[in-house]
């Protein structure tokens, strides 16, 4: 599958689905959007990368094993998930900054759940997909 | 108090790490831990003694009321003082019993949980918490029946106990949540005080029944006896410990522990004394019969165990008396009788009697240590089981009129098959001409003939000053058992009168049997015709049936084939919906709330049905994959007509995934090869209608269902006030059920991780190869 027109719009194509995911992600607490759809596009991307340039190419560009994102991702939304308790709330409670931040928007405790499933979801897809795809050719 | 119990259970668990400087003479250093609790209940003593109850309370889940409640009352003292103080000497003893074994270590680790379990029974104050150290003794006593794990008998044996034993616990764990919710409460100091409430309550005679099964599964009562037999199997220090002295008078704790709960009522009284005669008398007469040294033993303590549970259901405060002093006395002859069985298993290679002769020539102070014992459970005056068969005899000639007649012949038989046994297992070895081949024997190491030494001579002991053990240990643990103010006084001499005289007779013509009953294979073999019929058959039988089930259940719904799974999940949710809708009521369609059909709704199922028949008749496996993922498709467009983005998006992205999965995994696939037959293709054809069908009914159904939006509306009220966000679905994932998301996204990496493994062990292992 090795075609010139589809490896050239998938090299710009990546930023742009990347960035179209990270829309995803930031407006989903208030539009249509969110952490799990904006990982499943993010992943979608690589993927598309993957079939123009195959996968090692891929996993080149993205510099590190996708599986490394999970732990991170979990972690993030571990966080978020007990951070209320340290200063003395329950578990889950929202916590939010006073003031909106420019492009964002309003920052609290749930973008950044939003943000580790965003990252776990990228992480599992592309685990599984390039796993099977290096180890089954 | 509570280190007395954690001690054991922390110990164990550092003999895992550290196991490998155990294995050598360090082992016994271990002995400190049941020496160092022994000395520390010692000076519980005096407080006891004047009746005085220590408690400790350590919260551990209040909310289902499992607590650390820990009692220490003469009940529980005199127990955990047999537990570690027998403890101890096996500790001693097996570390050269053992010495060298491989696996030293995890015997150690064994033994520590088991001591520690037993102590958590004894000193229990929530009837929960006992429960889970009852079923952890079960689980020591499987670990060390099976501590010989190359042998095959062995593990069977140890899954027998595990399996007999464990029975009896889920029946006890019943009867306790029973006791708990009739009371309301799982603490025994307050179920003391609801006694009454229980034994009025219509449950009662089935809490009675649960409770006796655990009991007696637990202390081999008849018919559930045959495990422990069996579980002589064990190294000899265990059978000393666990099979004799201590884990099988769990049951009789359980037993004494429950008198002021559920006892004194005909139901306890009579049932107990029935099933205790039975028992006591079969196993008495069974070991008769017996050659093995250890079987006899085995069998002389099921015979024991039934005196024990006799005494009990006879209840009165004579009767009291005799059954917590012959727990001493038992547990003090037995282990005794067991450990010099160990030397001369060790020293000779052989326990079969026929074969043993004249040992007392090389191993003299065994034979001490066993004539000691083997007088004491005849009953011979100036010794402790003198006493004990005093109090027994005492218990049953002083019971009702009617009944004390056919009681005290019951305990005056089992009392002389006990004697010869006793005889037979502590005597006969040691006497008679030694045969040529053991002449060279020498004694063993100091370590293993001084434990038995030191219990026989406490024997002689408490048998020359009996009113030492009444006041300090008996006394408190007979006043716990009757809950109320006992005064025990044992004394060498009661005068000369009918009990006196009932047990110099048992002693004399259970001399005699001893005489005339010569242990021959003739009569095991004879004994063995009766085995089609014993309770071990059945019980053998029926878990064989169960397991000829187990696989037969096995191969046909765990086939391995992902397409026979399917079809089964279908087929039982179709059924299950079918019966639903069936008794539902009727179905009707209301035209009027119906929205009318749009052109590009028309259009969209049109593909998809086009797509539904192509993937159905198509003969490749990837036209089949496009199919589906079109039909995935058009059901994102209908969510996109039916104002549902987030669904259609999530829907749509995880469509194309699937789709790219799909063709990495058929890449490697072979092309579809037709393997169904008509018949096959038929049938599935009618489970996926069926299943259509009854799904498209549910659709209608909803329709005419009013629907519950409280919900949703609760959702979409809070959504911007309490959580700050306008898209409620978000809201719901990242917020209000925040909790679950978090599951799922661990639930999808534990999948990637799986499918990472997967491969990868795969890769591996053909690598190997």
């Known amino acids: 599958m090795r075609s010139a027109i589809l490896q050239t719009a998938s090299r710009y194509l990546l930023p742009i689905l990347i960035l179209f995911s990270v829309f995803l992600l930031l407006r989903g607490h208030y539009y249509p959007g969110g952490g799990f759809v904006g990982g499943l596009v993010a992943a979608i991307a690589f993927v598309l990368h993957s079939f123009a340039h ?36 329950p578990v889950m409670t929202g916590l939010w900054f006073e003031e909106p931040i420019p492009v964002i928007g309003m920052l609290g405790s749930a973008l950044f759940f939003d943000l580790g499933v965003y990252l776990v979801v990228i992480g599992v897809v592309l685990t599984i997909l390039f796993t099977i795809s290096l180890h089954t050719h | 108090m509570l280190f007395t119990v954690l001690s054991g259970l922390i110990t164990s668990g550092l003999l895992i790490p550290f196991g490998k400087f155990f294995r050598t003479k360090w082992c016994a250093v271990l002995i400190l831990l049941p020496l160092s609790i022994f000395c520390y209940l010692l000076k519980f003593i005096p407080l006891v003694r004047n009746g005085e109850v220590s408690y400790a309370f350590y919260e551990w889940v209040p909310s289902l009321n499992i607590n650390f409640d820990l009692r220490l009352d003469g009940l529980s003292l005199l127990f955990s003082l047999l537990i570690t103080g027998i403890g101890s000497l096996i500790f001693l003893y097996a570390s050269s019993y053992l010495k060298g074994h491989k696996y030293l270590d ?137 099979h004799s002295a201590t884990m099988v008078k769990a049951g009789i704790f359980l037993l004494a522990r429950f008198t002021p709960i559920l006892g004194n009522t005909n139901e306890w009284s009579y049932t107990l004394m029935i099933i205790g005669s039975i028992t006591m008398l079969y196993a008495a007469i069974h070991a008769m019969f017996r050659t093995d040294l250890k079987s006899i033993l085995a069998y002389s303590t099921i015979s024991a165990l039934g005196i024990l549970t006799f005494l009990i259901g006879l209840g009165t405060e004579a009767a009291l008396v005799a059954a917590v002093t012959f727990i001493v006395v038992h547990a003090l002859y037995k282990a005794t009788l067991f450990m010099t069985t160990g030397i001369i298993d060790h020293e ?65 038989i089992t009392n002389l098959c006990l004697v010869a046994a006793g005889f037979m297992a502590g005597i006969k070895p040691f006497t008679g001409t030694l045969p040529q081949a053991y002449e060279k024997i020498h004694l063993p190491y100091k370590s293993m003939w001084i434990p038995p030494l030191i219990l026989a001579i406490a024997g002689l002991f408490f048998g020359l000053f009996p009113q030492l053990a009444g006041e300090h240990l008996i006394g408190p643990a007979v006043q716990t058992m009757a809950h109320a103010p006992a005064a025990v006084h044992l004394k ?59 696989d037969w259940y096995t191969d046909t719904m765990h086939n391995g084939f992902l397409r026979s799974y399917l079809l089964k999940i279908i087929l039982f949710a179709e059924l299950l919906l079918a019966y639903e809708l069936f008794i539902g009521g009727p179905i009707y369609i209301d035209y009027s709330k119906l929205s009318a059909i749009s052109v590009y709704e028309a259009v969209n199922v049109f593909i998809l049905m086009a797509a539904v028949v192509l993937t159905v008749t198509t003969s490749s496996r990837l036209t089949a994959v496009v199919g589906t993922s079109v039909i995935g498709y058009a059901i994102c467009l209908m969510f996109v007509y039916y104002s549902a983005p987030d669904l259609a998006m999530t829907q749509f992205t995880i469509d194309t995934l699937t789709v790219v999965l799909f063709v990495f995994v058929l890449f490697n696939l072979p092309p579809f090869i037709n393997q169904a037959n008509n018949i096959v293709v038929i049938r599935d054809t009618v489970v996926a209608l069926g299943f259509g069908i009854i799904l498209s009914v549910i659709a209608i159904k909803v329709l005419q269902v009013p629907t519950d939006i409280s919900v949703s509306k609760f959702y979409g009220d ?15 994932l990242v917020d209000f059920r925040g909790v679950d998301t978090m599951f799922e996204i661990v639930v999808l990496s534990i999948a990637a991780l799986g499918v990472y493994s997967l491969i990868k062990l795969r890769l591996t292992s053909s690598e190997k190869e």
């Open chain 1, 54 to 89: 195959g996968t090692t190419n891929t996993m080149k560009v993205i510099g590190y094993k996708p599986m490394a994102l999970i732990p991170v991702g979990l972690g993030i939304a571990a966080l978020a998930m007990f951070m209320p308790v340290l200063i003395g709330y």
């Open chain 2, 106 to 242: 995890r015997f150690y680790a064994y033994l520590c949980l088991f001591m520690a379990s037993m102590l958590g029974i004894v000193l229990s104050n929530n009837i929960l918490l006992l429960f889970i150290f009852w079923e952890l003794t079960s689980i020591s006593s499987f670990f060390l029946i099976g501590f010989n794990n190359d042998n095959p008998d062995s593990r069977k044996s140890a899954l027998t106990a595990l399996s007999v034993t464990g029975m009896g616990g889920f029946f006890l764990l019943t009867g306790m949540i029973l006791i708990g919710n009739i009371a309301g409460t799982f603490s025994i100091s307050e179920l003391i005080a609801a006694a009454d409430v229980i034994k009025n309550h219509e449950m009662y005679p089935v809490v009675l029944l649960l409770v006796f099964i655990g009991a007696f599964t637990k202390s081999a009562q008849f018919p559930f006896h045959f495990w422990l037999p069996g579980a002589m199997k064990a190294p000899t220090p265990v059978s000393a410990y666990l």
């Open chain 2, 348 to 412: 000779t290679g052989t326990r079969e009697l026929t074969k043993l002769a004249g040992l007392r020539k090389v191993l003299l102070p065994v034979f001490v240590a066993g004539l000691l014992a083997a007088l004491s459970s005849a009953g011979m005056p100036l010794l402790f089981g003198f006493i004990s068969k005093d109090l027994i005899y005492e218990a049953t000639l002083h019971a009702d009129q009617h009944l004390a007649v056919y009681l005290t012949v019951a305990a005056f």
């Open chain 2, 492 to 550: 060498i001499w009661h005068g000369f009168n009918s009990v006196l005289i009932l047990s110099l007779v048992t002693l004399a013509i259970g001399t005699v049997i001893y005489f005339v009953n010569k242990p021959e294979d003739r009569k095991l073999v004879w004994v063995q015709s009766f085995q089609a019929f014993a309770p071990q058959s059945i019980f053998e039988r029926l878990s064989a049936g169960f397991v000829h089930f187990s």
């Open chain 2, 718 to 732: 809070f959504a911007y006030t309490l959580a700050k966000g306008k898209n409620v679905v978000n809201v719901i």
